[in-house]
């Protein structure tokens, strides 16, 4: 097992973590190479009923999938590492964007030439990947986000809906980007763009930084209509009007702190 002890690029809290290698994965092949460039990188905490779904779809398609367990009580881990992955650990839960600018900067740190970052719990689709990605591969773009609001949000709530649409108007006054979608996990990113990027809000508030420094670091950008699929459970553990509120004072507060 290899063992990384703060020695990959990010946030100076992060604390120690395991890294297991795809060829350790218990009782599983890496599969043939290919889309060898493009690096998927999953946050998962608590995910250890949905993941394995979303990792076999990944595996099938690409060869390099970074999966960062976020401090998971269940057996996120366990069921991690019984597919072709790099699995890292945060041995304690340290919120969405840390797991995700650990599992950026590992892969950069491989020589990953795109990214992608794909949420855990089965509401995206793999196979929309390509499109995602196409204007970043292609140069067209530094950066490429998923619009569920140009593509199609199934089952989502009239409340959920409310929530997101305030949540693109503050992004609007805020950081002056015109999008139609914030919290969306589904990004597709050039390794010179990710290499721009430093993710320090470690919780939710990190999805409207990631489009502040965007702004800020003038990184071209276009929307892709995408699909995100909502269920009971994915409704269960999202993100309330509460959690929306302090979504906003994170990002207020970390813009005058840097």
Not at 87 to 105: C, D, F, I, K, S
């Amino acid at each position: 097992m290899l063992v990384l002890r703060g020695n990959v690029p990010g946030p100076s809290r992060l604390p120690a973590m395991n890294a297991i290698a795809p060829s350790e994965a218990l009782g599983a092949s890496r599969p043939a190479a290919r889309n060898d460039d493009v690096w998927v990188v999953v946050a998962a905490y608590n995910e250890g009923a949905r993941l394995g779904r979303t990792l076999e779809s990944l595996c099938r398609r690409y060869a390099n999938v970074v999966v960062v367990d976020d401090g998971s009580q269940d057996d996120t881990g366990a069921v991690a590492a019984r597919h072709p992955v790099w699995v890292l650990r945060h041995l304690v839960n340290l919120g969405q964007g840390a797991a995700l600018q650990t599992g950026l900067a590992f892969a950069l740190q491989r020589g990953a030439s795109y990214l992608v970052t794909f949420d855990a719990d089965g509401q995206h689709d793999p196979d929309e990947i390509p499109a995602l990605a196409a204007p970043v591969l292609a140069g067209a773009a530094d950066v490429a986000l998923g619009s569920r609001f140009l593509g199609r949000a199934e089952n989502i709530t009239l409340t959920r809906k409310l929530v997101l649409k305030g949540g693109v108007i503050f992004t609007r006054l805020f950081s002056g980007i015109k999008v139609t979608d914030t919290h969306n996990g589904f990004r597709a990113f050039s390794r010179e763009a990710a290499l721009k990027l430093r993710i320090t809000q470690n919780r939710m508030a990190h999805a409207s930084e990631i489009l502040d420094q965007i702004q800020t670091q003038g990184l071209r950008f276009v929307e892709v209509p995408v699909t995100i699929r909502y269920s009971a459970e994915t409704m269960a553990k999202g993100q309330s009007s509460w959690n929306a509120v302090k979504i906003v004072a994170q990002l207020v507060l970390g813009r005058f702190v840097r």
